[in-house]
């Protein structure tokens, strides 16, 4: 049963606006997850998803001879660049 209430706002929260809610309290792990799922990252989708293999898999990343941890920086700036922080 569906009880509407006249004086309660229900405020709906999209997929984006739990990204900031992420990006805003420091969550970045859980603010790439999300957005490597997004269809249209732009130019800065390689920063994003290498920052998400960065997480999800560092071993392989360091047997890649990559830098896990620059990785997961240039997809926090990226974040920012694309979504913004406010």
């Not at 490597?36 to 800065?44: E, I, M, N, S, V």
């Not at 390689?46 to 830098?67: C, E, G, W």
Request: proline residues 2%; glycine residues 4%; contains cysteine.
């Amino acid at each position: 049963m569906f009880v509407v209430c006249r004086n309660v706002q229900l405020m709906l929260k999209t997929k984006l606006s739990i990204v900031q809610e992420h990006m805003r309290a420091g969550r970045w792990q859980d603010a790439v997850k999300m957005a490597a799922r997004f269809p249209r990252l732009d130019g800065h989708r390689d920063a994003i998803l290498s920052a998400h293999m960065a997480y999800t898999n560092p071993r392989f990343v360091a047997q890649l001879k990559k830098d896990a941890e620059a990785l997961k920086l240039a997809g926090q700036r990226a974040l920012i660049d694309r979504f913004g922080l406010e």
